[in-house]
């Protein structure tokens, strides 16, 4: 594929243009049949992540976070549709060599599980160091100390094991590994989810700290829009494989265009609080969603026409630029802009 043809200083970082995720799966209901369909995780998912910009990916249990993650990653190839890094596909770019792998880290979930239990805090953290080759091997144990220090981890934690530290300690070292590679891109799963208020806060402040010192491209799953609101200035709220709403992130939670947007936000009514009311009505299965707009059967704003056609994700007018929803009828007096290339500009 021809790379991009835009300026490399003003074209996004990554780019997705309508990508499609289906897994194959087995067919409801068919036990002992081996007949397969396609669940479509991603379905049409146009996203653009500017280079030093933080991006909060937001949306219920199933709507295809994770599955854009790896997309982003280059772990998963896209069904249809395509996937960019600086203009060339991701999948293409990461088979090039390590230089991908090196600028774009990954915080997983589960921290403590992507540690080997067998080794070190030390070793843990010198691993990606020697791996990419990023400094002298003299060196090394310096750097670990340096790292350590900058996630703020006594030195002494070095010669532990994972079991002997707290789960905050243990995400703390997934962050220190994470940036031993001196990457320039953090993808991060649910990374501060799951640990008290107060633990919560230390990582937040440390991983805000670490995305403006390094001018880090931040890209951070959250279910917690409190999170999301405090550590990223860009938010992208999926539904069942979309994304309905994107844009500015104070602006699209103080005033959600998506009445799924909407529903969020009133489900989570105090900033740093989880979202904790379940919405209204059932989420549809994958395998079967309603014709038309897929948030049709659970909108208090449904009318006729919503049941014709998927609504696209179109540029809204009013006073916030960058804002994006996939809604016919949406909220505040933010009318789509019927345009149809320039998507979340
Ligand atoms: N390897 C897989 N094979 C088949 N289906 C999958 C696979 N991975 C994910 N899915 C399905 O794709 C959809 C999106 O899954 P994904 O893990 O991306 O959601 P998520 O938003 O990250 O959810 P959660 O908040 O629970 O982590 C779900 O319906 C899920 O069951
Ligand atoms: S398109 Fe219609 S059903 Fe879908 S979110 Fe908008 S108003 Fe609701
Ligand atoms: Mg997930």
Known sequence: MMPSTEDPDTRPLFELIEVEKLYMVRRP???????????????????????????????????????????????TRPTEGRALYQGRPIAEVRAEGRDFARQVAMIYQDARGSLNPRMTIAALIAEPLHHFAICPPAEVPARVRSLLARVGLPAEVASRYPAALSGGQVRRVAIARALASEPTVLVADEAVSGLDVSTQAQLLNLLRRLQREMALTLVFITHDLGVASYLCDDIAIMYLGRIVETGPTNAVLNAPAHPYARALRRAAPEFFEPITAPLPGEIPSPLDLPPGCRFSGRCDRVEPDCHLSDPALLRLGGPTPNRAAACFHPLADTPTVPHKRDLHA
């Open 29 to 75: 209901g068919s036990m002992f049949s081996t007949a397969k369909v396609g669940l479509p995780a991603l379905d049409g998912v146009r996203l653009k992540i500017r280079k030093g910009s933080s991006v909060a990916i937001v949306g219920e249990s199933g709507s295809g976070k994770s599955t854009l993650l790896r997309v982003l990653l280059g772990l």
